[in-house]
């Protein structure tokens, strides 16, 4: 089974610091890995993706993310933290599908940034 | 283009009864998916359409849950009788390539089951 974890329920940053939000994951074969952001009241917009390639995958509004195969991890950062970033980052993952398989994408708790003026 | 739509956005209910929930995917997304987020938990998987066919449902609760999408264009997800453990916000998404696609998201319809 595949999973998702998001340590952190709330991430609090000042404005103009970098941020970080992190996630975990664990599957059975080469992932995908997706961030997902919601704004109040919103449905989720998707940020970025890794599917292979380049560690660092840049994505909307500034925002980066690291895949480390080692430590399966797929880290959420911004250099410099903006108020208008304050809202919910989901971190998604799903197996690399084989010729004619499916996995289903699986989603994370959630992690509330909150960035402070 | 137009983005996913769903209807309603918020539901109140009282147990027993019965509600239908509408998804309109982007135009185009053969694929169709319904999620869940139970308040502070994380959104977990329904089920997904790849047209009209059901191509996994194993998140489907139990059978008080009925999923359709006739036609191949918008879905309906009924809950009948409800409950109160089905309270939530049921999110819908389509995309075009099942494969390495991101998910493109509704706004969520509430449903309160008092």
């Known amino acids: 089974a595949q999973s998702v974890a998001q340590p952190e329920d709330q991430v609090n940053v000042a404005e103009g610091n970098p941020l970080t939000v992190k996630c975990t994951y664990s599957?059975?074969?080469?992932?995908?890995l997706f961030w997902y952001v919601q704004y109040p009241n919103r449905g989720l917009q998707f940020l970025l993706k890794?599917?292979?390639?380049?560690?660092l995958v840049k994505g909307s509004y500034g925002f980066e993310a690291e895949f480390n195969k080692s430590q399966t991890s797929f880290h959420l950062k911004k250099p410099s933290a903006l108020v208008s970033d304050s809202a919910l980052y989901f971190c998604?993952?799903?197996?690399?599908?084989?010729?004619?398989?499916?996995?289903?994408?699986?989603f994370g708790i959630g992690t509330k940034l909150q960035v402070i003026p | 283009e137009a983005g996913v739509t769903q209807f309603p956005s918020h539901s109140v209910i009282e147990k027993g009864q019965t509600v239908t929930l509408r998804c309109d995917p982007i135009?185009?997304?053969?694929?169709l998916y319904w999620y869940r987020r139970v308040m502070g938990k994380e959104i977990k998987f329904l089920l997904h359409?790849?047209?009209?066919?059901?191509?996994?449902e194993s998140g489907m609760p139990n059978n008080r849950f009925l999923a359709e999408r006739t036609g191949g264009t918008y879905s309906t997800l009924k809950v009948q009788p409800a409950e109160l453990e089905d309270s939530g916000v049921y999110f819908c998404?389509?995309?075009?390539?099942?494969?390495?696609?991101?998910?493109?998201f509704g706004e969520g319809s509430r449903l309160t089951v008092l």
């Open positions: 998404a389509s995309s075009r390539d099942r494969a390495v696609g991101e998910l493109f």
């Open positions: 599957v059975s074969g080469n992932p995908y």
């Open positions: 890794y599917i292979t390639g380049d560690n």
């Open positions: 998604a993952v799903r197996v690399a599908p084989r010729a004619g398989g499916y996995q289903k994408v699986t």
């Open positions: 135009s185009g997304h053969d694929n």
């Open positions: 359409f790849v047209k009209e066919s059901k191509q996994d």
